[in-house]
């Protein structure tokens, strides 16, 4: 049955159904994992974003494992590291056994690293994957339009999301616009700032109109101008908080007063799509 506070899906490029709403475990470290992802599954997440990189994906297959929810319940994703970007196909099968699993809902290219020039290849190798099985849709993340644009030309084949740093001091209104003209969903990465929550007085009015807090204004934000979010926390409370955004909702002036706090490139707090090697 639905509640007012269920969360939405994304039909993304292929069919498959994204809740718009996910947990990030970047930075969670790997002996807290188990505990932390335990506590996301117990408020609600059902959607949960890992990659090798971060080194907890075997804590998130075993706190899925622990928790009993169903694995058709849940929406798993995982990023293929720029030095496997030559072999997606073992680095997948790595993945998946660290993750207990024999797929996810949807694999990414984490960067496009673009000095290697091994990203076409790697999306081809992605296109195969999906067709194995092993992953349910696949995408790109830190792709700029440049990026999207080659693999498209070069495979045909258009990434179902493109996970980028993306909040309200970076709004990357370009990309979405490109993106949305593509048929291809924005994840947004870093939602919340990586914890550097835009503390403007605009954002602190609109938040208080609606009698909740600023994050949880920014989340809904995100989620009404169409981002898939996957905001990260510690914290069980503070899990619980960016989980209740889907009883209100912002008008038309208040997303367009929170479009005017884009700081346009002056407000990316994480690493150039072109400078990650
Ligand atoms: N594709 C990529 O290259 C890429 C890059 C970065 C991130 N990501 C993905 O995106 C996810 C989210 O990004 P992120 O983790 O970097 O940043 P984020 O979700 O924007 O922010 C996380 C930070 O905000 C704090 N926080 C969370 N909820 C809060 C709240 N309600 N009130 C106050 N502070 C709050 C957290 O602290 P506490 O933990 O103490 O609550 C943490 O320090 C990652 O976990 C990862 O899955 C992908």
Same mark, same amino acid.
């Given at each position: 049955m ?7 899906t994304v039909?993304?490029?292929? $069919? ?6 996910g947990?990030?475990? @970047?930075?969670?470290?790997? &002996? ?15 959607h +949960?974003?890992?990659?090798r ?16 929810v169903?694995?058709?319940?849940? @929406?798993? =994703? =995982?990023? +293929? ?5 030559t ?14 699993? &024999?797929?996810?809902?949807?694999y990414?290219?984490?960067?496009p690293?673009? &000095? ?10 992605l ?5 194995? $099985?092993?992953?349910k ?8 339009? &440049? ?6 030309a ?15 001091d970076?709004?990357q ?7 949305a003209g ?13 914890g ?20 949880? =204004?920014? +989340? ?21 908080e ?7 909702e ?7 007063t929170i479009?005017?706090?884009?700081? $346009?490139e002056?407000?990316?707090? $994480?690493?150039h799509?072109?400078e990650?090697?």
């Amino acid at each position: 049955m639905m509640t007012e506070n269920a969360v939405p899906t994304v039909t993304l490029n292929n $069919g498959i159904e994204i809740p718009q709403l996910g947990f990030g475990v @970047f930075r969670v470290d790997p &002996d807290k994992t188990n505990r932390i992802v335990r506590d996301a599954l117990d408020v609600g997440y059902r959607h +949960l974003d890992t990659a090798r990189i971060y080194h907890n994906e075997e804590g998130v297959g075993h706190a899925i494992k622990e928790s009993g929810v169903a694995r058709e319940e849940l @929406f798993v =994703t =995982t990023k +293929l590291w720029n030095d496997d970007q030559t072999d997606a196909s073992a680095a997948i099968d790595k993945s998946l056994a660290r993750l207990g699993m &024999d797929y996810v809902d949807l694999y990414l290219i984490h960067w496009p690293a673009p &000095d290697n020039d091994t990203y076409v290849q790697a999306w081809r190798s992605l296109i195969e994957i999906q067709q194995s $099985g092993r992953a349910k849709a696949i995408g790109v993340s830190n792709f700029t339009i &440049d990026h999207l644009e080659r693999v498209i030309a070069e495979t045909g084949v258009v990434p179902a999301v493109n996970q980028v740093e993306l909040h309200v001091d970076f709004q990357q209104a370009e990309l979405r616009a490109f993106a949305a003209g593509q048929g291809i969903a924005i994840e947004a990465w870093g939602p919340l700032g990586q914890g550097k929550i835009n503390q403007s007085e605009e954002l602190a009015g609109i938040a208080a109109a609606h009698g909740k807090t600023v994050p949880q =204004t920014i +989340l809904r934000w995100h989620t009404q101008i169409g981002n898939i979010v996957i905001p990260k926390s510690n914290n069980k409370d503070r899990m619980a908080e960016n989980f209740d955004i889907f009883d209100f909702e912002l008008t038309a002036a208040e997303v367009a007063t929170i479009a005017t706090l884009d700081q $346009g490139e002056d407000g990316r707090n $994480g690493g150039h799509p072109l400078e990650v090697h």
